[in-house]
């Protein structure tokens, strides 16, 4: 259920970012993400799984476009983001990558949950932190990986998308 509310939320950011409509706080119920710091590393874990999503979803919608079609939605979300194609190009790399390794990440956790729920054990909180720890580094070295891919005005847009528009319009829960 979590991932196909996460997938939702994920669409309707897109369709607003590629219409240019901006996303408020006041767009959806619950508790605005301000409350989260700029540049936390739960902030960009947040937004490399939102964005590897982004991504999968901006694939299929080239799917059948015309080569000027395709080119025009490469533009719009690149400047949704407020970067340049190329620029845009390598973040999308970026976070393919890093989205991929936490999402094994939690596989091995529900993995892990359900090999102990088997036997009607709760999970060892010794692994759930090991993997929470390799979630922390994974975030880290996938920011560190973003910042020395990008030139230092496109990783300040990026930043800037990522602690502005981005932060307001996420939502806790």
Request: aromatic letters at 8%; hydrophobic letters at 40%; a positive charge.
């Amino acid at each position: 259920m979590k991932s196909n509310s996460i997938g939702f939320v994920c669409l309707i950011t897109a369709i607003l970012l590629l219409t240019g409509r901006p996303l408020s706080a006041q767009q959806q119920p619950g508790q605005a993400a301000s409350q989260i710091p700029n540049d936390s590393p739960a902030l960009f874990r947040q937004f490399f799984q939102f964005h590897a999503t982004f991504t999968e979803w901006l694939t299929t919608r080239k799917a059948g476009k015309s080569p000027a079609q395709i080119s025009d939605l490469d533009r719009k979300s690149a400047a949704a983001f407020g970067l340049r194609e190329a620029d845009y190009q390598l973040v999308s790399a970026a976070t393919a990558a890093i989205a991929g390794e936490l999402r094994a990440i939690d596989q091995e956790q529900i993995s892990h949950a359900n090999a102990r729920a088997r036997f009607e054990q709760h999970p060892v909180p010794a692994v759930l932190q090991q993997l929470e720890t390799r979630r922390q580094e994974a975030v880290a070295r996938g920011t560190a990986r973003v910042q020395q891919t990008l030139t230092p005005e496109a990783w300040a847009a990026l930043r800037g998308y990522i602690n502005g528009p981005y932060r307001s319009g996420i939502l806790l829960r």
